[in-house]
Structures are given as C-alpha cells and as structure tokens.
Nanobody, 126 residues
C-alpha cells in the first residue's frame, strides 16, 4: 500500500523559513518524479514545484521561484520543499505527489500524478 505523509507545516511569520518533508512508503521511490501542490481556502489546487526522477531537473511556479527549493533524498525515500521568504499568500495546505514520468521529465500537471499525500497546513502571518 502506497503511503505519502507530509510533515513540517505550521504557523510562521512572513519572511521566515520552513521546510516541508514528504516520507514515502510502498513504492520504489527512485522510479518516480515528485511534486508539491498547494490549495488555499476557496482556491483550486496549484502546482508549486516538481523534481525529476534523477533530481537533475526541477520546475517552479513563477510566484515561488527564487524562494522555494525542492529536493529529493532517494536513500531516505523523502522529498523536501524548503520555503524561504514566506509571504501570506503562501498560506495553504501543501500536498506532495508521486508520478511515473515519461523519460526523465518533471511533471507539472496534477493529472500526471498517481499518488497523493493528505497534506500539511502552512499558515503565514503578516
């Protein structure tokens, strides 16, 4: 049974940093591309960042470029999202996701992902 479990969310002041983790089990971690999505209250789920199978490729939504960094640790079956310079508009539930990519691509669309975690809440206060 595949399980993805996010952690690291919480309340942080604007400008602060936070690192989210997503621990995976029940699948061969290294075969998958990984991504982070977020959903704010009343909004649709939004792609935030993705990383390729090898870790050599990554993508970010424009609003987080230069502030967020995605990384994967195949030895620990964990993917991370480091968030710096947090802004109130970053407040959302953050979900990690796993998908099988064609070749070595980064997946950016939610329908390309096969497995999802339940999410972790992040609140940024101004």
């Amino acid at each position: 049974q595949v399980q993805l479990v996010e952690s690291g969310g919480g309340l942080v002041q604007a400008g602060g940093s936070l690192r989210l983790s997503c621990a995976a089990s029940g699948l061969t971690f290294s075969r998958y591309a990984w991504g982070w999505f977020r959903q704010a209250p009343g909004e649709e789920r939004e792609f935030v960042s993705g990383v390729s199978k090898s870790g050599g490729g990554s993508a970010y939504v424009d609003s987080v470029k230069g502030r967020f960094t995605i990384a994967r640790d195949n030895a620990k079956n964990t993917v991370f999202l480091k968030m710096n310079s947090r802004q109130p508009q970053d407040t959302a539930v953050y979900h990690c996701a796993a998908g099988l990519p064609p070749l070595g691509s980064v997946l950016t669309s939610h329908d390309e992902y096969n497995y999802w975690g339940p999410g972790t809440h992040v609140t940024v206060s101004s």
